[in-house]
């Protein structure tokens, strides 16, 4: 008895620790099952930038395998397409749990009877778990785990992010992945817009994404197609019209080029990780985090949403893009063009090209610093005259004169003698200039620009005469909203590149711009107006509608054109990014003024609404106090004027039989110093070695100056 008791607890206590392994075994099975599911594929997807109508126009490759792996939601997509899929793949896909148990018992049985495995009865959730766990080969242990995998993908994270998931992930083909991917690569267009015939193509593709592929086997990708289409009529998705044209449309589609509009703006974003987007977000007001679209982790744009939405406006930077190509065909030497469009009415930045040419630098030029040349004279002007320190009619003097051991010169090295404030500004004239920023302050001045961050660096940390000539650096970006605070009577806002979120209902949140008063209205008004009468450039002499200046910093490095017209400001820069230039000089006035042109007058002509201002500074005349700057400079009289009579400028000239060239000059007060390549020349000639150009100046006690450049044929 005691041995029939011993033998049935020995069976019962193996009973029970066969369960306990058992369950064990099933829980080890299952959890591996479920921590197997790698779900790094749906991080490391493809970076994409939207403009204002959520097409593409930038974006990357997918990290871990360099494909095309682009964020598809529901909302993506057409609704011909969603019902198709789910009545092909997934019919009960809103009533299930992850797995629908009756297709899996019909496909086993199917199975069974062929001996092999040719159905699968997956669901989107289970093929979901295949593509993130890289279940290659067909196998029961396989799809046990995807069993598994999808009634906790469903029961975690619910069926609609299930679904977004599967349009993001499902293969199409090549390194195409995701259906807003797949639609670009093969329809070149949207998912929204997809036809009953590319519906069906992109719900057959997954199946054997490389076997039917349209382009390498479009007779087969067809039959499949057609195969889709004729259950979507079944199941009255479609008509029979629309049955009849699906039916007979062909497929022989090639990949198409995702056109990335904005190429150069993307990669810059994108390249923008953790402290350093936080950090230039608080530096840089155009990339404000309270407008950015993103999730409730911010720390990092591109953390959780590879997805950045911006305000870029693609019928525009369309046309800047054709404006770069057109620039391209004809440059003269290696300096990229780069551009930017705000729109003043709403603050945002419409349009942005980085580089005009990608081959040699993929830098985003309008956001890193560089000289601006003479572009910040009208702020200065501005100051003054707010401060009531000038007026327009203001008679000033430009004439030699040193400041310490500094004589500076005018652009093309010579001095006009009297001239009105606001013809000096027009002509951008250096020495007026230079005396005006020492009125305001260049303390004053640095102080009020980098309001309410610093946007102009000054190199060496203690502003000088100098900065508004060029000495300090600045973006273009930001030189573009100093000249649209212009063109907005002296307020400065904050101009957006990405785009609002939205509300319930999908409308627009509106988000008020920030903005500060850096000038009056009357003096930001004032300087508008007078830039209206800078000189037009060669292919629109006769427009004067434009208000813009331009700039060239020093040794060509830069030429600049900045400019309003009507509601939208516009910055364009000819740079060389390694600073060295070549035998061609880009000047802001021949060069970038041309295209600042071509661009603002292609815009829509739609002006802001401006209040009409009284102010003084308008009058034709000015006050009695300011009818003349008050300077020590010397007015010299035109017989005093200094001149060189020989050699021309741009002249071709030859050596005597000495191998010199003597220079002559008239006019100028006591002694005239001769200049040969910054270098004092002690007697009234130069001695030529060698064929080439060569540029003289010649300057007097008075610091008058004249230079000219000529080249040189020896036996010419």
Not at 426 to 447: H, T, Y
Request: net charge positive.
């Amino acid at each position: 008895m005691r041995l029939k008791l011993s033998s049935d607890f020995i069976t019962k206590k193996r009973v029970i620790v066969t369960s306990v392994l058992s369950c064990l075994a099933l829980f080890a099975f299952v959890l591996y099952s479920i921590l197997s599911i790698d779900f790094s594929p749906l991080q490391n997807r493809s970076n994409i930038l939207f403009d204002k109508d959520g097409n593409v126009i930038a974006f990357s490759l997918s990290k871990d395998n360099q494909s095309y792996r682009f964020l598809t939601t529901k909302d993506d997509v057409s609704e011909i397409y969603l019902k198709m899929l789910l009545s092909n793949e997934d019919k009960n896909f809103y009533s299930h749990i992850g797995v629908d148990f009756k297709a899996l018992i019909r496909a086993l049985i199917f199975n069974l009877k062929n001996r092999e495995i040719t159905s699968g009865g997956s669901t989107l959730a289970m093929q979901v778990v295949k593509r993130l766990s890289n279940h290659k080969k067909r196998s029961y242990v396989n799809k046990l785990k995807e069993i598994i995998g999808a009634v906790y993908i469903t029961a975690a994270y619910g069926r609609e992010q299930v679904l977004s998931w599967y349009l993001t992930l499902a293969p199409f083909g090549s390194n195409i992945e995701g259906v807003k991917a797949a639609s670009l690569k093969w329809f070149n267009h949207l998912p929204d817009r997809l036809t009953p015939s590319e519906a069906a193509l992109l719900v057959a593709l997954p199946r054997a994404p490389e076997l039917i592929r349209p382009d390498l086997y479009p007779q087969r990708a067809k039959y499949y197609k057609n195969e889709a289409v004729k259950l979507a009529y079944k199941n009255g998705i479609i008509n029979g019209d629309l049955l009849r044209i699906a039916l007979a449309e062909d497929c022989s589609f090639r990949l198409q080029n995702i056109k990335q509009s904005a190429y150069t703006l993307g990669n810059f974003l994108f390249s923008q990780k953790g402290n350093r987007i936080n950090s230039h977000i608080k530096n840089n007001s155009t990339l404000n985090a309270n407008s950015m679209k993103y999730r409730a982790d911010n720390s990092n744009i591109l953390n959780k949403n590879n997805e950045i939405f911006t305000t870029i406006d693609s019928r525009i930077q369309i046309l800047l893009n054709r404006t770069a190509d057109k620039y391209e065909k004809n440059k003269k030497d290696n300096a990229i063009l780069s551009a930017v469009v705000l729109d003043d009415k709403t603050h945002q930045i419409v349009a942005l090209i980085g580089s005009s040419d990608t081959q040699s630098s993929q830098i985003c030029i309008p956001f890193s610093r560089r000289s601006p040349g003479s572009t910040l004279k009208p702020f200065a002007y501005a100051m003054a005259f707010e401060e009531g320190k000038l007026h327009p009619q203001t008679i000033m003097k430009d004439a030699g004169k040193l400041y310490g051991s500094w004589s500076p010169d005018n652009f093309n090295y010579r001095f006009n003698g009297e001239i009105k404030a606001k013809d000096a500004l027009c002509m951008s004239l250096n020495l007026p200039a230079l005396e005006v920023i020492k009125a305001v302050g260049p303390d004053k001045f640095c102080e009020r620009l980098n309001t309410p961050y610093t946007r102009l660096r000054i190199k060496d940390g203690i502003p000088d005469l100098s900065v508004v000539l060029g000495s300090a650096d600045i973006t273009l970006m930001d030189l573009c909203k100093l000249y649209a605070m212009l063109n907005s009577d002296g307020e400065l806002y904050d101009y957006r590149l990405f785009a609002q979120d939205k509300d319930e209902n999908q409308s627009e949140v509106n988000i008020q711009s920030n903005s500060y008063r850096i000038l009056s209205k009357a003096s930001a008004r004032a300087v508008f107006e007078i830039l209206k009468n800078t000189a037009r450039p060669a292919n629109h002499p006769d427009n004067k509608t434009i208000s813009y200046k331009t700039g060239t910093s020093y040794k060509f490095k830069d030429a600049l054109a900045i400019g309003s017209y009507g509601k939208y400001t516009v910055g364009v820069a000819i740079t060389h990014p390694d600073n060295k230039t070549q035998n061609y000089n880009n000047t802001g006035y021949v060069d970038a003024a041309p295209l600042l042109f071509d661009i603002l007058l292609q815009l829509d002509e739609e002006y802001l609404e401006k209040e009409e201002i009284d102010d003084v500074l308008f009058a034709n005349k000015a006050p009695r106090a300011l009818e003349k700057q008050n300077t020590n400079q010397e007015i010299f009289n035109l017989k005093d004027k200094l001149k060189i009579t020989f050699p021309l400028n741009n002249s071709v000239v030859s050596p005597d039989f000495n191998g010199r060239i003597f220079v002559r000059y008239e006019g100028g007060i006591g002694k005239v110093y001769l200049n040969s390549d910054d270098l004092q020349v002690e007697q009234d000639f130069l001695e030529i070695k060698e064929n080439g150009f060569y540029k003289v100046c010649i300057f007097d006690e008075k610091g008058q100056s004249d230079c000219v450049g000529f080249e040189v044929k020896k036996g010419s």
